[in-house]
């Protein structure tokens, strides 16, 4: 087995991550256009990305066993840095390459998905805020004391003899 198949799934992962990147940027977009509706549709598109993600990361970690496998290195972990012991220097650096892309593509999605999380995190406030502003308060609208309960007839406060 060659390590092409490895390149290709992480060149795949890299152009899932663009994209889903894109959809990240539009959906602040929407989320300061409160626009609800486009917002739904948007997150259906994720969902579709994020398995797209999945199955591609489970192809990459099966042709990586199988090129440890085919290696002889079947007991070792199977990670970038594994087999790029394995390759010679054209496919290290490509490996390399291609590794430093993907872990800039998923930092800059960390980043915007921050980003939308407070936006959502503040409008959820103001949402909030609006709310307790048309929410009856149960307020004593007279002045002075509240009404105090009568004592009963009879006895006193106090009682004296004990």
Known sequence: MSVRNIIESLEKLIKLHKSFNQLAI???????ANDTEAITELLIQEQKHMKAISQTDKDREGAVAE???ASGKAG???SIHTVTELTGPIETEKLARLKGELIEEVAKLKERNSLNQQLIYQSLQFINVS???FRPRNQNLNYGNPVKKPAKSG???FDSKA
């Open 131 to 133: 709310l307790d502003m």
């Open 26 to 32: 539009r959906k602040t977009d929407l989320l300061k």
């Open 76 to 78: 070792q972990p199977a």
């Open 155 to 157: 006895m006193a406060m």
């Open 67 to 69: 090129f440890l496998h």
